[in-house]
C-alpha cells in the first residue's frame, strides 16, 4: 500500500470520543513494549507519528490514526505493566474491551508478541478471546532482527504452541529496524478490509 497520507486524529478513552467517521480500522494490541509504536510508524513510513507513553503504569489511551483517509490504525492501551494497580489494570481491560467488543468498523486485530520470548499469560489470554470472536485477527513477532536467522523457525513455533494457534493462523516475523515483514503484513491488511 502507498502511503499518501499518515495523520494522528484523536484519542480516546470511551466510546464517545471514538472517531465519527465511519471507516474500517485495524487495531493493534500487545504487551506495552513489545514495538506497537515502532510497527505503526514502520507500516505508515514515519519516524514518530505513533509515541510509546513515557510513563508506564499511567492511564493508558486509544490513539486513533487517519492512513489515506480510508482507514484508521487503532493503537490500543499496551497490557502488562508489572508495577500498575489491579485497578489499573482493571480499567485498561474495561476500555479495550469495550473498543473490541462494540466497535462496528473494526474489521482487523493485530495482536503483537516478541519474538524472542514465549507469549506471558496476559497474551494467551488475549489469544484466546481473540480466537473465540468473529472478527479476523493477525499475530505478528516483532524484533524479528534480534534473533539469529537460525533461530526463527523454533520461535515461531513455541509462539504457535504457547497460544494454541490454529494450524492456518498467520504469524508474521517483523522487523521495524529492518522493515522485514511490512509488505506481507499490508497485504493482509488490504486482504481483509478489500483496498
Ligand atoms: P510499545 O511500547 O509497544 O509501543 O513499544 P515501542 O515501539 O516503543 O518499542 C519498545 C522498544 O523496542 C524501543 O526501544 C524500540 O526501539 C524497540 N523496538 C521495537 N521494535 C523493534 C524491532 O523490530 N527491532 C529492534 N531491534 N528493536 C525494536
Request: hydrophobic fraction near 40%.
Amino acid at each position: 500500500m502507498q502511503i499518501k497520507e499518515a495523520k494522528y486524529e484523536t484519542t480516546a478513552v470511551k466510546p464517545e470520543q471514538y472517531p465519527k467517521r465511519y471507516l474500517p480500522e485495524v487495531a493493534w494490541v500487545g504487551r506495552s513494549n513489545v514495538g506497537k509504536s515502532s510497527i505503526i510508524n514502520a507500516l505508515l513510513y514515519r519516524k514518530s507519528l505513533a509515541r510509546a507513553s513515557a510513563t508506564p503504569g499511567k492511564t493508558r489511551e486509544i490513539n486513533f490514526y487517519l492512513v489515506n483517509e480510508a482507514l484508521y490504525f487503532v493503537d490500543l492501551p499496551g497490557y502488562g505493566y508489572a508495577r500498575v494497580s489491579q485497578a489499573a489494570k482493571e480499567a485498561w481491560g474495561r476500555m479495550i474491551e469495550t473498543y473490541l467488543q462494540t466497535r462496528e468498523q473494526l474489521q482487523l486485530i493485530v495482536m503483537l508478541v516478541d519474538i524472542r520470548h514465549a507469549p506471558s499469560n496476559e497474551d494467551q489470554v488475549m489469544y484466546a478471546w481473540l480466537a473465540a470472536q468473529e472478527r479476523p485477527s493477525l499475530v505478528v513477532a516483532t524484533k524479528l532482527d534480534k534473533i539469529p536467522r537460525g533461530q526463527i523457525p523454533i520461535r515461531l513455533r513455541t509462539i504457535r504452541e504457547v497460544l494454541g494457534m490454529a494450524a492456518e493462523a498467520p504469524v508474521i516475523p517483523f522487523s521495524a529496524v529492518t522493515g522485514q515483514g511490512r509488505d506481507e503484513i499490508w497485504r493482509q491488511i488490504e486482504g481483509v478490509i478489500g483496498l
